[in-house]
C-alpha cells in the first residue's frame, strides 16, 4: 500500500492581485489605508490563524515544516509560502479594503456582534488561563499577540462580515447568477476518464457478498493490450492505429469524431462509469500545486479535447480493511494503490453545471454559494481600491514574515474553528 505525498486540498480561492505601494511605515505598520491599519501585533495573529487552518485543511498539523514532500527535496514550509502567500495576502488586502467600505456604507456592529466579540475572548482567556487574566497574558504572549490585538482583530473581522452582509445578504440571497456562473468559469475544470482496470475486478457471491480478486494473467494480458491501443489512438495521436482483436471496432467507428469516439471507448472499457458526463473540479491555482489527484493534474495541463494518460490511483478516505484475492489487508485514510491507467480527456465547461441534478457529487450549494460570493468580492474590493481616496501601502516589514516560521494559533483556533469547516 503507497502513501499519499500530499493531501488535497478542500479550500482553493481565485487569486487576485491588488496593486500596492511599498514604503517606509511607522513602526507598528504592516498595512495602510488612509487611517486603517494592520499593525504588526494583528498581522502576527492572522498569520498564525491562517497558517493553523491551512494545516488543518490538509491534514498536517503534527508535520515539521522541514519535512520534504517531494522527491526533489521540497520541504512543507517552503511550500507553503510558495502555494498560500498570495492568498494569505489577498485575505489582508480584503479585511484592511473592508474596514473602509464599512464605514463608506454607513454600518454599524449591532450590540450583540459586540456582545459576542467579549464573550468569545472571555471564553478564551478563561479556558487556556483558567480563569485568571494574568495567566492567560503569559500564555498568549508566546504566540506574539495580546487580548487586545484579539479584539481589534474580532472586530475587523466583523466589520469585514458586516459589509458581505450588506452586499450578499446573511445567506447569500442577493449572489446573482452572473456572480456564479463566473466564478465557475474562473476555479472549475471539465474532464471525462477513462479508465482500465489491469490488476483487480469485483466479485459477488451467491449471498449477495462482494469482494475483490486479482486478475488472470490472461486478463491482464486482455487489459493491457486495450491500454496500449488506447494510448496508441488517443494519447499518441498515430494517424493509422493498429486495431487488433482487443478493440474491436471498425475503423469508422473510431474516427468519425474524436468526442464521439471517446465516448462510445468510455461506454465499452472503461471499467469506472459512475460519471459518464465527466467530472467538475476546482483547478489548482498553480502548476506547482501538489493535488493528489492524477486526473485533475493532467486535465490542469491539457488544452481543450485533447487526452493525456495517467496512472489511476484509488485512494482510501476512512481506514478499514479490504479483501483482496481472499487476503484481508489493513489501510488507513489516505492510502492508495495504483490499478491500472486513466486516460483523461479535457472538455469545455457547460453553463450552469452546478446547477443540475447529475452534478451535484461535485457541487455543494453552500460551498459553491461562498466561494462565488468571495470571487465577486474580490472583484467588488478591486474596484473599490481603483476608486478609493486613500492609497492601499505595505511596509517592508511584511518580508519578515512567512507562514512557515509563523507559529500556529492553537488558542482560539479550537474555540471558532474545531467544530467547523476550516474553508469559511
Known sequence: MKKRIISTICLILCILMLPVTFISCGK????????????EDEYTYLIGMYKRRLLSTLGYEEMSMSTQITDDGLTLGQYLDSVYRKEFDISIY???????LFDEYGLTLTDKQKDDIEKLIDKTVNYYGGYSEQAFKRIVKQYGYTVDTMRSVYTMQAKENAVVAHLYGDDYSKLTAEAKENYYESAYLHFQVIVINNVYKAVTDSD???SYINLSESEKATKNQIISE????????AKYPMITSALKMTVDELFEDPGKTYNLLFEKYSDDTLYPGGYYMIAPTSVNQIVTSNALSAAFLLKEGDCAVVTAKRY???????EISGETETINAGDYFEYGEAFVRKLPLDEGAYSREENKDFFNEDDFNYMAMKNDFYTVLENYQKECFYELRES???????IASAIANDLDYNLIYASKTTDK
Open 94 to 100: 480584503t479585511l484592511l479594503l473592508s474596514q473602509s
Open 396 to 402: 517592508s516589514l511584511k518580508d519578515s514574515y512567512s
Open 28 to 39: 507598528n505598520s504592516v498595512y495602510t489605508l488612509g487611517p486603517y491599519e494592520i499593525k
Open 316 to 322: 482510501f478516505e476512512k481506514g478499514g480493511t479490504i
Open 208 to 210: 449477495g457478498k462482494t
Open 230 to 237: 488506447l494510448n496508441s489512438l488517443l494519447v499518441k495521436e
